[in-house]
Each structure stands twice: as C-alpha cells, then as structure tokens.
C-alpha cells in the first residue's frame, strides 16, 4: 500500500499570502488529522477530519483551516500567514470505524516545510 | 486536558547499551499511548503501542514499553542499541477524536 503523500513538499511565501496544503491518506483510511512541527513548539495537533467532518481542533486561531473531500483527501489553508507559521505540517491518516472514539495509530507523511519570509 | 512529558530532552550513548527513555502523561480518561520515532530526513515511524491487555508491549527493531498506570508512565526501553537507533523519540497520548499529544522529544545519539 502506497503511504500518506503531502504536496507540495517545500513551499516558500510572503507574510501575508495564504497557502493550501494538500494530503492523501493511506487507501481505505477515512480519518485525517494534521500536525504542526517546529523546534520551539514541538508537534502540535491542529485538527482532524473524517467522513469530510472537522471531529477536532487544537489551539490555533482561526486562520488555520481544512477540509476533507469525499475520497478522504485533506487539504489544509492558512491565510494571512506570519512569520512564526513557518514549521513542518505533518498529515496523518488513520483507519478508524465510523464512531469511533478513542485514537487509532495513526501513519504520518513526509510532511510540507513552509517557510514564510 | 492531557499532556506528555519526556523528561530527557537528549540522550547519548555508545553501541550495545542499553536505552531507556522516560514518558509521563496526563489524563483522566482511557489512553492509548505511542511511540513514534523520526529518524533523520525521514518521517515519523510508529515504533508501539498501547491500547489495552498486557502492559508490557513489544514494538519493531527490538523495542518495547511497558504502561504502568499507577505511575502514568509509559517508558520506552532496549536493551542494545545500533548507530542506527540514532534519531527523535516521541512519546503521544491518544483521545477522543484521533488527537495526540506529544511529549518534546528526545534526542537520542547513538555512538559507533
């Protein structure tokens, strides 16, 4: 089976733009959740979709958002993007039944490297 | 709300000695407790898990945790490292909802 794949994998903007970053999930799995990496900060949760429904969201303002498409691909948006957006956005993609309540393992992707100047 | 703790925030060692890397959580619900780890230039690799059953549990490449709930702990262990096992170790707590929280990390460097 093919792994979670992002796109773009490097992506550099200006203060101010916004950006769209795309993920697709492992075949079969319904869940997607995206993650924040930077050396300050360290892996943070900024929300999970499944069955095209956000089920979580972590502490980011509202200039972070996502959505999921019918074949389970995510792709998440940050406008107005600041300096301190720069990080590592992890996606992962988990198998998960409909109602499920507790966390599955969850498989990571390469990761986009944003770097906003 | 939960939180990971990983108390060692880099580890050096030589070849052949043993590994142990400290987690502690915090939450009052069920858990399921991971380990992933982030080798150099590559993606984040579950290494364990734990969701129920027996507490200790054995993972890939030799690893294992062991969960002791009276001390919401979840330390990882091996017992002979490899230049290889040179890379981050992070600890994550499982919630409602697919969410994990992570521990800091440690890095571990492993001595040839």
């Known amino acids: 089976k093919a792994g979670v794949t992002q796109t773009p994998r490097y992506l550099i903007k200006t203060r101010g733009q916004q950006v769209t970053l795309s993920c697709s999930p492992i075949s079969g799995h319904r869940s997607v959740s995206w993650y924040q990496q930077t050396p300050g900060q360290g892996l943070q949760f900024l929300f999970e979709y499944f069955s095209e429904t956000q089920r979580n969201k972590g502490n980011f303002p509202g200039r972070f958002s996502g959505r999921q498409f019918s074949n389970s691909r995510s792709e998440m948006n940050v406008s107005t993007l600041e300096l301190g957006d720069s990080a590592l956005y992890l996606c992962?993609?988990?198998?998960?039944?409909?109602?499920?309540?507790?966390?599955?393992?969850?498989?990571f992707g390469p990761g986009t490297r944003l770097t906003v100047t | 709300a939960q939180s990971v703790s990983q108390h060692n925030h880099h580890v050096i060692l030589s070849e052949a000695a043993s590994l142990e890397l400290g987690c502690n959580y915090s939450?009052?619900?069920?858990?399921?407790l991971f380990w992933y780890v982030q080798y150099p230039g590559q993606h984040l690799q579950l290494l364990l898990k734990y969701f129920s059953g027996d507490p200790l549990v054995k993972g890939i490449k030799g690893f294992e945790a062991e969960f002791i709930k009276s001390k919401f702990s979840f330390n990882l262990r091996k017992p002979s490292v490899q230049w290889s096992d040179t890379a981050e170790y992070f600890c994550?707590?499982?919630?409602?909802?697919?969410?994990?929280?992570f521990g800091g990390g440690t890095r571990v460097l492993v001595k040839p």
């Open positions: 994550a707590l499982g919630a409602a909802g697919n969410k994990l929280t």
């Open positions: 992962a993609s988990s198998l998960v039944a409909s109602g499920g309540e507790q966390a599955h393992e969850q498989y």
């Open positions: 939450y009052g619900g069920t858990v399921n």
